[in-house]
Nanobody
Framework: QVQLVESGGGLVQAGGSLSLSCAAS????????MGWFRQAPGKEREFVAA??????YYAVSVKGRFTISSDNAKNTVYLQMSSLKLEDTAVYYC?????????????????WGQGTQVTVSS
């Protein structure tokens, strides 16, 4: 069993930066895909970024602005967000998939955090 706890959300002005953290417990996330998703009000949960070993993959909407990284010693994955836009406002979720193959569909992830709110203001 894997438990995921996100932190770092908050309110930021458009153009600003924010960093999210996801601490995993229960087992090391070696051999897992670690991903970030987000869900805005009234919208479906959407893929943001994922990391598997040294491989990363980003949604087109965030590529070049967001960076996913990890600290294996701390069993923590990060999402560094910069040049934030109003449309980045959402609840951000950390997720883990019991495979090394990156996927972008929420249903293909096995474990989820509780989410952290990111609000971008004008």
């Amino acid at each position: 069993q894997v438990q995921l706890v996100e932190s770092g959300g908050g309110l930021v002005q458009a153009g600003g930066s924010l960093s999210l953290s996801c601490a995993a417990s229960g087992r090391t996330f070696s051999g897992y895909v670690m991903g970030w998703f987000r869900q805005a009000p009234g919208k479906e949960r959407e893929f943001v970024a994922a990391r598997s070993g040294g491989n990363t993959y980003y949604a087109v909407s965030v590529k070049g602005r967001f960076t996913i990284s990890s600290d294996n010693a701390k069993n923590t994955v990060y999402l560094q967000m910069s040049s934030l836009k109003l449309e980045d406002t959402a609840v951000y979720y950390c997720a883990a998939r019991g495979s090394v193959l990156i996927r972008t569909t929420p249903s293909e992830y096995d474990y989820w955090g509780q989410g952290t709110q990111v609000t971008v203001s004008s």
